[in-house]
């Protein structure tokens, strides 16, 4: 079954690696080994994937760059299917088209040099535009369904593609949590006429502001919890006295309570025994119920 899959990859131009280590291409290097990692370069491409993934019945999830992913296996019976080469974009009056593939960065940059405002939030955030749409990523006050006027779909039960309007947006919440079978392909973002200069400069405020309080320097899938109602995670987190609590290679970051890093060697056991450490902790402290922003695949 699977020598013929790969035929067909083979046939189709898609790249493929069997037995690929999953570590090197997560943004937290944790993780074990996957049975298939796919590579296809367009969305065409995508969709064949998944029809031929499906109908050999293999499990198959799909990934933008694994920026906001914690791989939580030794080996994954299945095909994580890498959509990071679909990457085209372009502008068309005050939109800006981009594949699902295409990195938030290189869309904001886009948008301010035909001086388009309203993605300024996003310039820095390492993530791609389909896992952006997916989780309603979001940065200084302002999130992707500020600007996002329609997303593009494939839809794995039906085999439709089709283009989404209503995405059911909340905090860290879309459409495509309560619907799985829909896979992002891309979106069209409204943005506003705006001074190149000026978007520049929030831009790279909103940059260095990073690099000061987050702590780019070591492995992280990013914030690791969602924002609870009327409190911060981080906050709280620190005000139980946390930062640089260690599990293994795992640590809470010294500079941002938020962040749980990788110290080195540090393996998902370690995140996720740190992660319900500082979930029991901050309940018996606060009350408050912390929930996971990071997506795991196990």
């Given at each position: 079954?699977?020598?013929?899959l790969?035929?067909?990859?083979?046939?189709?131009?898609?790249?493929?690696?069997?037995?690929?280590?999953?570590?090197?291409?997560?943004?937290?290097?944790?993780?074990?080994?996957?049975?298939?990692?796919?590579?296809?370069?367009?969305?065409?491409?995508?969709?064949?994937?998944?029809?031929?993934l499906?109908?050999?019945?293999?499990?198959?999830?799909?990934?933008?760059?694994?920026?906001?992913?914690l791989?939580?296996?030794?080996?994954?019976?299945?095909?994580?299917?890498?959509?990071?080469r679909?990457?085209?974009?372009?502008?068309?009056?005050?939109?800006?088209?981009?594949?699902?593939?295409?990195?938030?960065?290189?869309?904001?940059?886009?948008a301010?040099?035909?001086?388009?405002?309203?993605?300024?939030?996003a310039?820095?955030?390492?993530?791609?535009?389909?896992?952006?749409?997916?989780?309603?990523?979001?940065?200084?006050?302002?999130?992707?369904?500020?600007?996002?006027?329609?997303?593009?779909?494939?839809?794995?039960?039906?085999?439709?593609?089709?283009?989404?309007?209503?995405?059911?947006?909340?905090?860290?919440?879309?459409?495509?949590?309560t619907?799985?079978?829909?896979?992002?392909?891309?979106?069209?973002?409204?943005?506003?006429?705006?001074?190149?200069?000026?978007?520049?400069?929030?831009?790279?405020?909103n940059?260095?502001?990073?690099?000061?309080?987050?702590?780019?320097?070591?492995?992280?899938?990013?914030?690791?919890?969602?924002?609870?109602?009327?409190?911060?995670?981080?906050?709280?987190?620190?005000?139980?006295?946390?930062?640089?609590?260690?599990v293994?290679?795992?640590?809470?970051?010294?500079?941002?309570?938020?962040?749980?890093?990788?110290?080195?060697?540090?393996?998902?056991?370690?995140?996720?025994?740190?992660?319900?450490?500082?979930?029991?902790?901050?309940?018996?402290?606060?009350?408050?119920?912390?929930?996971?922003?990071?997506?795991?695949?196990?």
């Open positions: 079954m699977l020598d013929s790969l035929e067909y990859f083979k046939s189709e131009d898609i790249a493929y690696t069997e037995c690929a280590n999953v570590a090197l291409r997560s943004a937290f290097k944790v993780g074990g080994e996957a049975r298939l990692s796919v590579h296809p370069d367009s969305c065409e491409k995508l969709i064949k994937v998944l029809r031929a499906d109908n050999e019945g293999i499990r198959a999830e799909v990934i933008g760059n694994a920026s906001n992913i791989f939580a296996f030794d080996f994954f019976d299945g095909a994580l299917v890498f959509t990071d679909i990457s085209a974009l372009y502008t068309e009056g005050e939109q800006v088209r981009a594949a699902c593939g295409a990195s938030l960065t290189r869309i904001a940059r886009l301010s040099e035909s001086s388009l405002s309203g993605l300024e939030f310039y820095g955030i390492p993530g791609l535009v389909g896992g952006s749409v997916y989780m309603n990523a979001g940065a200084y006050g302002s999130q992707i369904s500020d600007v996002l006027e329609y997303s593009e779909a494939y839809d794995r039960v039906s085999g439709e593609r089709v283009r989404i309007y209503d995405h059911g947006f909340g905090y860290r919440q879309s459409v495509y949590m619907r799985p079978s829909l896979v992002c392909l891309g979106a069209c973002f409204r943005l506003k006429r705006g001074s190149e200069e000026d978007i520049r400069a929030r831009m790279e405020a940059m260095a502001s990073r690099r000061e309080k987050q702590p780019l320097e070591f492995p992280s899938a990013g914030s690791y919890f969602k924002r609870p109602e009327g409190h911060f995670a981080g906050k709280l987190i620190e005000d139980c006295g946390l930062k640089g609590m260690r293994g290679g795992a640590e809470v970051s010294q500079k941002h309570a938020g962040f749980i890093i990788n110290r080195g060697a540090a393996t998902y056991e370690d995140v996720l025994a740190l992660e319900e450490k500082i979930k029991e902790i901050v309940m018996s402290r606060f009350g408050v119920e912390l929930e996971r922003e990071v997506r795991l695949i196990k």
